[in-house]
């Protein structure tokens, strides 16, 4: 059993719809990311959280609205998506941010595609 | 702005070989050098790393590289196999940040 888990791991949504991507992590951390991974830019830094504070928003669209009610559980809610948002969705956890004691530990991913 | 550059982009092995991926790096204060792999369907998962007081760390067939005074770093795959067939990404990382490097596909031929 993987230590990030990540639901749904395959969503299909319209443009107009809201859904939520949720992870959650059971190794104690206190770091958590969220990833998009894409053909074009392979992994695009999202979100970061440290200790529930988000501590990086890396110019993500206001469309991606990220929550972390408590060092184990990130969401990542999405309204109004446009297609090219279609992706896979990757949360990370770290024991500390991850510059500092360098390892993340991934979830399998949710994979996105926006009709 | 920091830069990582991975190279080549993709790389095809034969089984036996000896797999050679080079990351560059900019930033100077980065002190953890790490590579992740991963396998289709599945997130990346950290491979292999080193910290910059050594200039060379192996496990098993994996072997990173580390040239300080160059700014760069590489994983070499010994006696490479088909279920190393992946995509490999360097992450070096410092002052709390990681920053990825866009990719190796690696595909062994049986």
């Known amino acids: 059993e993987t230590g990030v888990t990540q639901t749904p791991r395959h969503l299909v949504m319209g443009m107009t719809n809201k859904k939520s991507l949720k992870c959650e992590q059971h190794?104690?951390?206190?770091?958590m990311y969220w990833y998009k991974q894409s053909a074009k830019k392979p992994l695009e830094l999202m979100f970061v959280?440290?200790?529930?504070?988000?501590?990086e928003n890396n110019s993500v669209p206001s469309r991606f609205s990220p929550e972390c009610p408590n060092s184990s559980h990130l969401f990542l809610h999405l309204h109004t998506l446009q297609p090219e948002d279609s992706a896979l969705y990757l949360c990370?956890?770290?024991?500390?941010?991850?510059?500092?004691?360098?390892?993340?530990?991934f979830g399998e991913g949710s994979r996105l595609t926006v009709l | 702005q920091q830069q990582v550059k991975q190279s080549p982009q993709s790389l095809i092995v034969q089984k036996g070989g000896i797999s050679i991926i080079n990351c560059a790096y900019e930033?100077?204060?980065?002190?953890?050098f790490p590579w992740y792999q991963q396998f289709p369907g599945k997130g990346p998962a950290l491979l292999i790393a080193?910290?910059?007081?050594?200039s060379e760390k192996k496990e098993g067939r994996f072997t990173i590289s580390f040239n300080k005074s160059a700014k760069q770093f590489s994983l070499h795959i010994m006696d490479s196999q088909p279920g190393d067939s992946a995509t490999y990404f360097c992450?070096?990382?410092?002052?709390?940040?990681?920053?990825f490097g866009k990719g190796t596909r690696l595909h062994i031929l049986p």
């Open positions: 930033n100077t204060a980065f002190d953890y």
């Open positions: 190794l104690g951390h206190n770091a």
């Open positions: 959280y440290n200790f529930k504070e988000q501590t």
């Open positions: 992450a070096p990382g410092g002052e709390d940040k990681i920053i």
């Open positions: 990370a956890s770290s024991r500390n941010l991850a510059g500092v004691t360098g390892e993340l530990f």
């Open positions: 080193i910290r910059p007081d050594v």
